[in-house]
DNA sequence: TTGCTCCTCACGTCACGTGAGGTGGC
DNA sequence: TTGCTCCTCACGTCACGTGAGGTGGC
């Protein structure tokens, strides 16, 4: 028979471990004096100290480690499942440390951001509504779908004498009546206001005029990448509320924030690909 | 301005996290209503939230995480430290994962254990003591010491007419003086009882008789290798104590448990390669 | 008698999550 | 007025570690 601490000597367990695994039920040393209430272990419980010793260095949770204690068998099967659990997550954090690596990147070396002077602008656009938390199958669905309408749109305007008269954007807020969703309006700009009947089958419609204003613009020219996956903002947009921190910290202006973001998509005029994002100062 | 709710949709985080943030002083609302105690973020703090978001994701301490708000060059090296961290600990875990197994398949395929008689046994020994705590290059130095005392043991034992007649062992004990201090006994097998002016330059020396006696025994016909590194218990040990273990629930005999285990040598007189582990019955 | 080990609370760790119970703004 | 969001405690999580304050055995 070994004392508590004689035992934690033998088992490189602490004393505090042994009495935390007899309360848990772990292991329930051969004795316990009834009156002093001191704890006194067998010879034969060294192996099962030994065993749970090893487990939790490995960080097996106690309750697996009880599990493991019924044999090898059941033993192997807990540390297999472990194992997995352990590269899953180890993979998830991979993942996580690459996208803040490269948000860290993006926020060292912004994307060129500037004010400028827009002239007004009529547009029409379709409104797509995308619930917050789609699936990225979904999302690719709605991308599609949303893409075939916008070349609808592009042939109803051509054919009505109105074509689009530079890049296309987007704009993103959420919907009035449920918080859930999120509208996305795309739209393509025009020399003279859309005709009232313009019309697509299955889609709302939104027609306007945008007044001149100064606007600051973050611009990326790249192509298209994985950069914005993972939930990580998209290093324009990270640009642009850098500048606006900066704006803020100066005293500068910030007009309304970003609740008026314009995504813009560059290249289909021939230049540079890459997007532009917009807001409004005044 | 955005409620703490609008604010937590538009950032990822949640109101939990980010009433949290406020406490810990991490990320403090643009505004806190002094009456109704409601809290308003500007748009230029979602910067700063997305940053901890990424951070906090890759599982970055929150007082890292604040330090990181400093800066994108902070922010660097707050994720380079840390990811020395997290390397590491998968290191560390990876080895003790391996460690684990070894000990369940030792347990699943436990090292021979059998009963024999043993005859009674005149034996000289050395008295080696050794820290509990000692480092791995001490250990390394000791057992040379100790390689080299028993070496100049048996040339004394053959000198005096008395050679060694079997495997050499070694047995365990704690220091009486010392609990901290571990007491090795290196010992030859003798024909005759050692001659008591029997000595070795600067070691302690004992001699004895073994009664003739039943032992446990445990048989591991390998060389030497990795396995009993990293503070696991040798594979005889354990199929030693699952012998125990075994007995003690069948309300056999255990003799003293593990208390006198030796440790014996094999192969130096030409069979296979190895170590037994004799504890004695009765 | 003096140390030494042992004992049992009770609280701290870490970053929030989970209610409970109540108040403010549209 | 009714929901809805927001608020502040207070406690739970996980596996012990860290004292505090006290008792038992050699």
Request: glycine share 8%.
């Amino acid at each position: 028979m070994l004392s508590i601490g004689e035992f934690a000597q033998a088992t490189g367990l602490t004393v505090k471990a042994l009495r935390h695994y007899d309360e848990r039920g772990l292991l329930v040393p051969a004795r316990t004096d009834p009156c002093s209430r001191h704890r006194a272990y067998g010879d034969a419980q060294i192996l099962d100290a030994v065993l749970i010793r090893a487990l939790r260095d490995a960080d097996l949770p106690v309750e697996s480690v009880r599990r493991a204690l019924d044999g090898p068998v059941v033993a192997r099967s807990e540390l297999d499942t472990f194992h997995a659990e352990v590269t899953a997550a180890r993979t998830a954090q991979d993942q996580a440390l690459d996208a803040a690596h490269r948000l860290v990147a993006a926020l060292r070396d912004p994307a060129p951001v500037e004010e400028r002077d827009a002239p007004a602008l009529h547009w029409a656009g379709l409104v797509a509504r995308v619930a917050m938390d789609a699936s990225d199958e979904d999302m690719t669905l709605a991308e599609e779908q949303a893409n075939d309408a916008c070349g609808a749109m592009y042939g109803r305007l051509v054919a009505d004498g109105n074509p689009p008269c530079g890049a296309f954007w987007t704009s993103l807020g959420a919907a009035s009546d449920d918080p859930e969703t999120a509208e996305l309006t795309l739209c393509w700009p025009l020399d003279r206001p859309a005709d009232g009947d313009l019309a697509v089958d299955g889609w709302e419609i939104r027609t306007g005029t945008l007044p001149a204003r100064r606007e600051l613009v973050a611009r990326w020219e790249h192509a298209e990448d994985d950069l914005t996956a993972r939930g990580l903002p998209h290093p324009a947009f990270v640009a642009l509320l850098a500048e606006l921190v900066a704006r803020e910290a100066d005293g500068r202006d910030t007009g309304n924030g970003i609740a008026g973001v314009r995504q813009i998509v560059l290249g289909s005029d021939g230049g540079p690909a890459g997007i532009e994002l917009a807001i409004t100062l005044r």
